[in-house]
């Protein structure tokens, strides 16, 4: 059955879904399960042109939807979790007592490099977004800086944790695919992050003395934004403080992301009877609709995140019916049918790492399917798969932030209430990393393949 649709045919549902998604993004602004749903009406419509079993394919959609079901419950409850913070003040007192420890004129910097050092310490994107990325994103609102600068300096810095912290699970699952040690995997990890973030730090810099304007008098702006916060709640106790901290703890000892944010919740909750003497009515109509802030703006709410649940739906079913109908085997055979050389090889494995970001819309996907798919022919070809591990750390495991229906990308811009789209041209370590790695693949292996003569064979063996 998986055999049944041809390469050429193959490629149209891919293709098509591929340019509505960009186009949508570019120009109309629908939903983007819209797009995605109209993919998987070709792949329906192909399937029955080539006698496959619809029954199937139906049943293959709904485990495709019950692979990722776990991020619906992650979205409502970040969705609440924003609200209540937002109800209790956490988040106004993560922008008042920052405000007194940070410069505002290096805050893009300062915001990548803390971001950076947290999500080592917390292993995930999404839980640095959640904490420090909340108090940034104030800050940006607060003095005026283009919130979607300070927003892909911090998606940066969360991703540095994301590929090369011993606490990451998208780490640990790299390792585990490419057959690896994480352990033994760092010194390689770190060889192109490391001018991948100086690269980066320098670009900040540069972008931060030409686009951010404060005024000449800086700190009064500082003292005017606190005065304006403590105006609102007349007085901010450090206590407010206490549900990102817990996270923070949490996180590191690896306690499940959705038990996470319900405690966080749930702290934030009786933090906001406290101290802003919410009731528990209150925080129930908050934590479904979202908290209606004194600047005008609704924040967070399990009811706002119903896009992005239908999205996840759509692309789970997207997965699995494009699987089971044989389009990816199809696909990826097609791009694994022959190799020249062992930089073809690698240019390969990133191409095959980015391109599962792009058509399944998760992190893990661009992990798992280059891993398990190339890590046979750098055994074949004698490649160490310390390489294997690195190309794929290098491209779809960070390229995922940059694509604006990936449910990394999708949770990160709702942590920092910010579209995708505004945040991805800053967010540059996400660029660099991927054309960094390009390079020195280049660079390395074709000049020792000048060096020896060493030409891979077709079905070498």
């Known amino acids: 059955m998986k055999k049944g649709i041809p390469f050429l045919p193959a490629l149209v549902p891919i293709i098509v879904t591929a340019l509505l998604l960009i186009l949508t993004v570019t120009f109309f602004h629908f939903p983007l399960y819209i797009p995605l749903l109209i993919g998987y009406s070709i792949i329906l419509i192909l399937s029955f042109m080539y006698r496959l079993h619809l029954g199937q394919l139906f049943l293959a959609s709904m485990k495709g939807i019950q692979s990722i079901s776990i991020i619906f419950y992650i979205l409502l409850l970040l969705g609440m979790l924003i609200a209540i913070w937002s109800s209790s003040g956490t988040i106004d007192a993560l922008i008042y007592y920052g405000l007194a420890i940070i410069q505002p004129k290096y805050l893009v910097v300062i915001s990548f490099f803390v971001s950076s050092v947290i999500s080592m310490f917390l292993g995930t994107s999404v839980g640095t977004a959640s904490t420090v990325g909340v108090a940034f994103m104030g800050m940006a609102h607060s003095l005026g800086i283009n919130p979607s600068l300070v927003a892909g300096a911090i998606v940066s810095g969360a991703f540095v944790g994301d590929r090369t912290s011993p606490l990451s699970s998208a780490a640990y699952v790299n390792a585990v695919v490419t057959g690896t040690n994480f352990n033994a995997m760092i010194k390689e990890l770190l060889k192109t992050l490391i001018p991948a973030m100086l690269v980066t730090m320098i670009l900040y810099f540069i972008v931060e003395k030409w686009l951010v304007h404060l005024d000449n008098d800086s700190k009064s702006l500082v003292v005017l934004t606190r005065e304006h916060i403590m105006d609102i709640y007349g007085s901010l106790s450090p206590w407010l403080l206490l549900p990102p901290v817990i996270i923070f703890i949490f996180t590191f000892f690896k306690v499940p992301i959705q038990m996470n944010l319900l405690l966080g919740s749930l702290i934030g909750g009786l933090l906001a009877h406290t101290y802003q003497e919410k009731t528990f009515f209150d925080l129930i109509h908050d934590a479904f609709t979202g908290y209606q ?29 494009l699987e089971e109908s044989g389009i990816l085997s199809v696909i990826l055979e097609k791009m694994t049918s022959s190799f020249s050389t062992n930089v073809s090889i690698m240019e390969k494995t990133m191409g095959i790492s980015i391109t599962s970001a792009l058509l399944f819309a998760t992190q893990i996907m661009g992990i798992m399917i280059p891993g398990k798919v190339m890590l046979k022919y750098y055994k074949q070809y004698a490649i160490e798969p310390r390489i294997l591990n690195r190309l794929i750390s290098d491209s779809g495991m960070v390229v995922a932030g940059l694509i ?13 209430h910010i579209s995708v789209v505004d945040y991805v041209p800053y967010a540059y370590l996400l660029w660099i990393l991927p054309l960094l790695s390009y390079l020195q693949i280049q660079w390395e292996f074709s000049k020792k393949e000048k060096n020896t003569g060493r030409k891979l064979i077709k079905n070498q063996e």
Do not use: D, K, S, T
């Open 293 to 321: 802030h004194p600047n005008g703006f609704i924040y967070g709410g399990a009811w706002n995140m119903f896009n992005q649940v239908l999205l996840i739906i759509v692309v789970g079913a997207f997965y699995g019916i």
């Open 404 to 416: 604006p229906w990936n449910l990394n990308a999708i949770l990160l811009g709702i942590a920092l």
